[in-house]
Nanobody, 125 residues
Framework: QVQLAESGGGSVQAGGSLRLSCAASEFMYSKDCMGWFRQTLGKEREGLATIDHAANIIYADSVKGRFTISKDSAKNTLYLQMTGLKPEDTAMYYC???????????????????WGQGTQVTVPS
């Protein structure tokens, strides 16, 4: 079974940066859609960025220009570089994979079938 493990969360001042990592237990990055999502209490899980088989990337408007998704297939690791952090970015951040597709990744969290445990990002106001 695929296992994902996020790391790199923490508390950072507004305007600061963090890099999240997501380590996978299997060689999945070369063929599957991967994504970063976040969730706050009482809200639905929000898609932030996805990357497909050919490294085509989609960003949500809320993070475009501030967050960068990337993957290192040799290390089996997905990254999310976050800059210009705002208090509204405070959330639990998750990585996920959709093993049913390699192209045309979706921001719909319900389509992703493997998830990490999450890492908390806090940006105090």
């Amino acid at each position: 079974q695929v296992q994902l493990a996020e790391s790199g969360g923490g508390s950072v001042q507004a305007g600061g940066s963090l890099r999240l990592s997501c380590a996978a237990s299997e060689f999945m990055y070369s063929k599957d859609c991967m994504g970063w999502f976040r969730q706050t209490l009482g809200k639905e899980r929000e898609g932030l960025a996805t990357i497909d088989h050919a490294a085509n990337i989609i960003y949500a408007d809320s993070v475009k220009g501030r967050f960068t998704i990337s993957k290192d297939s040799a290390k089996n690791t997905l990254y999310l570089q976050m800059t210009g952090l705002k208090p509204e970015d405070t959330a639990m951040y998750y990585c996920a994979t959709d093993t049913s597709r390699s192209w045309y990744c979706t921001m719909d969290a319900t389509q992703y079938n493997y998830w990490g445990q999450g890492t908390q990002v806090t940006v105090p106001s």
